[in-house]
């Protein structure tokens, strides 16, 4: 579906437009500020020169890589001074409502008549995400694109800092990008693992190289020339050593972060593996309920048994995470946390519709004190999020297509509820930083645009 604008070209595009209100005979000001910036980095969006109480509508639209368009909007009415200023004024409706300065993108969702159970995924990481923001007359919700904005500007967000290379890894059979920080080295390593069904993500890895990481994203459901069978725990650990035996990386400063399964992989690696000893590792919404103790075609073909547990819902939205309840008792079907011996941050949502996270941390904790290592446990679980836990500001995805083992497409149901779901992904960020920063490094690093 065509977005209502064009994106404006590259040198022009980060100079505020202004247009003449015939309503107000002023020029309204819009700016963004910064209007180039990392994707994890707060802007300041003030819009000037109104009437004083005036009331208008902030909208944001993106055209995603896939040609998608997503928008967001907030009602506001300026101040005596006619100046809306949206880290400090409430939206009183639109996609968000209250005082939140990142409601533009976190409640971006698409438009209407778009395709149904779509999902915004960045995948050139070497162009920015750029995010139209306009300024209407009035509270409005819809006709956007039949509407003439009052000023309109651009913003460009990234999740490559300058000087972060970005490295293809094909080597001994497995399959990756690495992204290195900019600047001599060595840095710390971090092994990123994404979902059982997601294939080779990277954004996340290089957002975490723009703060200092030496992050391989690793691809383990379909790499290239091999197959399923082939990827064991033997794939990652040499993952795990291409990456530690890297000359950018600093070898006794190694670290693991795994989302859903790839945080059962994350558990299992660690507590078992006899070549990945990470100094600390992070599992968002995983279990350790999924032992990955052999190839990973077995390991799917077991969850895929479980399938017959799968309720839907009056959407027909598939609800997964029944099909690791009850925690067995029987320690042969999950993980032995008590093997784990480095720093281990848990983060959950309650309203994970994937997988029983919160109950699944609840038995890791319990494992952990008997074995004499809870002090190495941290968890975090966050009210009314879901289970796509991602950095700061991605819109939040409650049920999304989702491509299974035969092909076959389902709508998977997430869960979580917009706003404490933001709020759970840009806290968890910040928690997951420090924590890294704490056990793999000594002094602060944070790269700016």
């Known amino acids: 579906m065509k977005c209502w604008s064009t994106l404006i070209g590259r040198f022009i595009m980060l100079a505020p437009i202004r247009t003449v209100s015939t309503e107000s005979r002023r020029c309204p000001l819009l700016t963004v500020q910064p209007c180039r910036g990392m994707v994890d980095e707060k802007f300041q969006v003030v819009i000037k020169n109104l009437l004083p109480n005036q009331e208008v509508t902030l909208h944001s639209l993106h055209q995603s890589e896939d040609k998608d368009c997503w ?19 409430e939206s009183l409706g639109g996609t968000y409502e209250g005082t939140e300065q990142m409601g533009l993108l976190w409640s971006l969702r698409p438009v209407p008549g778009s395709r149904p159970a779509i999902r915004l995924r960045k995948t050139n990481l070497l162009t920015p995400m750029v995010v139209n923001i306009s300024v209407y007359s ?72 723009s703060h200092g990481f030496a992050c391989m994203a690793l691809e ?26 890297h000359p950018l990386v600093q070898k006794d400063k190694m670290a693991m972060l795994g989302l859903c399964f790839g945080s059962a992989i994350t558990f299992s690696m660690t507590a078992y593996s006899s070549v990945i000893k ?3 590792c992070v599992c968002i919404s995983g279990s350790h309920v999924v032992p990955v103790d052999k190839c990973i075609f077995e390991v799917l073909e077991d969850m895929k048994r479980r399938m017959g547990k799968v309720p839907v819902n009056e959407d027909n939205h598939l609800i997964h995470r029944d099909t690791i309840l009850p925690i067995p008792s029987d320690p042969d079907l999950k993980v032995d946390a008590g093997r784990i011996k480095c720093p281990i941050m848990l983060v ?22 008997k074995a004499g290592n809870r002090h190495l446990l941290t968890v975090f679980t966050y009210p009314d999020a879901g289970h796509l836990i ?23 149901l997430w869960g979580g509820q917009t706003k404490p779901h933001a709020y759970a992904q840009e806290d968890s960020w910040e928690k997951i930083l420090a924590f890294f920063q704490e056990h793999l490094y000594s002094s602060n690093f944070k790269a700016k645009l």
Not at 71 to 89: C, N, P
């Open 71 to 89: 928008e967001a909007f907030g009602h506001y009415i300026s101040d005596e001074h006619g100046t809306v200023t949206v880290a400090k004024d």
């Open 138 to 209: 009035g509270h409005t919700s819809q006709g956007f694109s039949q509407t003439s904005a009052l000023a309109t500007t651009v913003t460009e967000r990234w999740y490559m800092a300058p000087g972060v290379q970005r490295v293809d890894i094909r080597e001994n059979g497995v399959q990756g990008t690495l992204f290195l920080p900019p600047g001599p080295g060595p840095y710390p390593g971090v092994l990123d693992l994404w979902g059982g069904s997601a294939g080779l993500i990277e954004y996340r890895s290089a957002l975490l190289a």
């Open 220 to 245: 383990y459901t379909t790499p290239a020339k091999l197959k399923k069978t082939d990827v064991n725990n033997t794939y990652f650990e040499k993952a795990y050593k291409i990456l530690q035996n």
């Open 278 to 280: 990470p100094q600390c």
């Open 348 to 369: 959950n949502g309650t309203d994970d519709q994937n997988w029983a996270t919160v109950e699944s941390a609840q038995d890791i904790e319990m494992i952990m004190e």
């Open 390 to 412: 991602e950095p700061p500001y991605t819109p939040h995805f409650r049920a999304t297509n989702v491509l299974l083992h035969k092909k076959e497409k389902v709508v998977m």
